[in-house]
């Protein structure tokens, strides 16, 4: 009986270094990094031709719900949760400005979009300034709500000042999807600022009131 005792404590010995030895070869589970890439876009109308001064996107403001690196998902409407092991590969409010950058550089037809500080000699035109309010997925949706600024630094005014707000279908049931969808979103955002972008510089001509005798 003695010896089957210490067989079995042996055998169960045994099992437990092996388990943890599993463990420690296995080590903890890797992080995945995503980033945001700009969207492929056609250029609106004759974007900006000839456009010689540059557009330049302020640091993007975030909700401190957001300020994290973790990929955030909607628990509930109240509640979220930021991913421990899917991140962001840079700090979100650059990645976001660099995108938006990308994606007008795209729809203007100019090179001449730069994040903040841009060209140290650089002759600024326009300046956006964005506010993040909502960057996260809930279930098989990613809803973005996004307060942006255009302003015209010339003339020291502001152009436009609106609420973006958009539910878009997750549609893959992963991160991947996730991502995907969230740059999407920014695609739009930026596609809005594009055309405001365009309305500033082209402004339309104002038809001469007729009066009646």
């Avoid at 878009?168 to 739009?188: E, F, H, R």
Wanted: charged share 15%; glycine share 8%.
């Amino acid at each position: 009986m003695k010896h089957l005792t210490n067989a079995l404590g042996n055998t169960a010995w045994f099992l437990l270094c092996t388990l943890m030895l599993s463990a420690c070869i296995a080590g903890p589970t890797a992080n995945t990094l995503h980033t945001l890439q700009p969207v492929q876009q056609d250029r609106l109308g004759g974007g900006l031709a000839g456009f010689d001064a540059m557009i330049l996107i302020m640091p993007v403001r975030l909700a401190p719900q957001l300020q994290g690196r973790g990929l955030i998902t909607q628990r509930s409407a109240t509640e979220s949760k930021a991913s421990a092991n899917h991140l962001w590969a840079g700090p979100l409010e650059q990645q976001i400005a660099e995108n938006i950058a990308g994606n007008l550089k795209n729809l203007l037809g100019t090179d001449n979009v730069a994040v903040y500080p841009g060209p140290r000699y650089g002759v600024f035109r326009y300046q956006l300034e964005v506010e993040i309010n909502e960057f996260s997925g809930l279930e098989q949706s990613f809803t973005t709500r996004a307060v942006y600024t255009l302003s015209d630094t010339s003339a020291k005014t502001i152009l436009s000042r609106k609420t973006f707000q958009q539910t878009l279908p997750i549609d893959k049931p992963d991160y991947s999807g996730y991502v995907g969808t969230a740059y999407q979103a920014l695609g739009d955002l930026s596609k809005e600022v594009a055309a405001a972008l365009l309305v500033a510089q082209h402004p339309q001509p104002t038809a001469p009131r007729s009066y009646e005798k």
